[in-house]
């Protein structure tokens, strides 16, 4: 972060923001330093260059005489407000502006940051935009940009590092539970994913408790082991605890850890196995939201239940027509071996609920039916409360993450209690099955107990080409979603 003037700072490159206005582009404001070297004409020669001002887009032309840095980017926020620019906006062009510059050693950010949130919205979007991986690449093309200086106004410097900091640590923590998502399975394995949350938990001050395969028999645990049954690398329950002396409220967040998901004896086709070393990025976003929660020192306990399993075929793995007992005593039949991340959350949810938090919120990748009614982008979003349902999908908004409520239909649960061999069965009716799913874990959750699921399978793995902060790959979807739970529930909100 610095106060001095865009043009008198030494980088590689000054990224200014342009937009649609009413009469043509416009530069948005942070960059009046910029404009001025170019003598008021800056819009007028990136208008000429082709530059239209729309979200995503970046154009690089040379810096004007008496620059420190040698190029300018000018990257797209969409149609101009007729007030402040969005912290989403914002976010999207500095991400553009840090995947466009890779390979520099020093960008200078000349973007609108003025308020606090937008300093961090313009912070967050630069880190989260450089994020790359490159673990098993013997040669990277570019590396990422190595350092960000984001330039502020001196007036109200104060809140703006206050603004930074949070900014780190969220963004940083996001990229953790990247570089999780992202690992091979070979590499990361339930024994290693609970070895690695061990040493994190060291480093931040954390309490983790780690339930072998052995203590998971002891406990009773079956859902977990059923779902573990068929792998070499056996199942985890990995607890990492936050505490503030001064909270008022406990959280409770329950990951989906499957670290490969093959669909066990219900083998998953062909083509559907490429990406499912992402079956666990909902243990990677409650684990990165913890630590986070951490280093905010946030006045409220948060809790973090990674259940870990992976889900392979072979001659010990639970069959289609196996039963359960679940952690608690309830049994489940197991009608498919790809509906496995239920069972492993069922396990967890109980165990978390024995601790009686003031709320359970679960997040999972943990149906396709969820991408097929949301898309690729936008979670779901389904509570016991509506209250609380609503409270997640608004404050998720308010984060930058797209989601929608959905409900949870009563006449849906039928097929899955009328198994005539068990309490339950992990399958009910076909349609609808994203819903199915989280009345399944529904039957989990303690009387009393507020609880909420989001299923973040569309958007957890992003397929496609990099957009805006988002890579390809990991997204860490969800984790602002919970940080902002979590500070909002720190304030009493």
Known sequence: MSTSSAVSLRADALVVGVAKGPKGLVVAPGADAVVEAFEGKLAEVLTALGATGAEGEAVKLPAPA?????????????????????????????????????????????????????????????????????????????APVAELVLLVERK????????????????????????????????????????????????HGLKVEVLDEKALLKGGFGGILGVGAGSANPPRLVKVAYTHPKAKAT???????????SGGISLKPAGHNETMK???????????????AKRLGLQVNVTAWLALAENMPSGSATRPGDVLRMYGGKTVEVLNTDAEGRLVLADAIVRAGEEQP??????A?????????????????????EALRTRLHETAGAAGEASWPMPLPAELRKGMVESTVADLSNMGERMGGGLVAGLFLQEFVAEGTAWAHLDIAGPAFNEGGPYGYTPKGGTASAVRTLVRFAEETAAGK
Do not use: H, W
Request: charged share 20%.
């Open 358 to 363: 003031d709320v359970i919120v679960d997040v």
């Open 156 to 203: 109200g410097s104060k809140d703006a590092k206050a603004a930074v900091e949070r900014a780190a640590a969220v963004g940083e923590e996001m990229n953790r539970a990247r570089d999780l998502v992202n690992t091979a399975p070979n590499d990361l394995n339930p024994k290693s994913f609970a070895t690695l949350a061990q040493a994190v938990g060291k480093e």
């Open 278 to 292: 992402c079956d666990m990025a909902g243990a990677a976003a409650v684990f990165a939201t913890v630590v986070a």
């Open 365 to 385: 990748t943990l149906t396709g039916a969820m991408v097929l009614a949301l898309g690729t982008r936008t979670f779901g979003v389904m509570a016991n409360d």
């Open 66 to 142: 008496g620059a420190k840095a040698p190029l300018v980017l000018a990257v797209g926020l969409g149609t101009a407000p007729e007030g402040a620019f969005g912290a989403e906006d914002l976010r999207k062009a500095a991400g553009v502006a840090a995947r466009t510059l890779a390979g520099s050693k020093k960008v200078a950010l000349a973007l609108p940051a003025v308020s606090a949130d937008e300093v961090e919205a313009v912070a967050l979007g630069g880190l989260l935009g450089a994020y790359s991986f490159g673990t098993y690449k013997a040669e990277v093309a570019k």
């Open 251 to 261: 959280l409770a967040f329950v990951g989906k850890g499957i670290t490969y998901d």
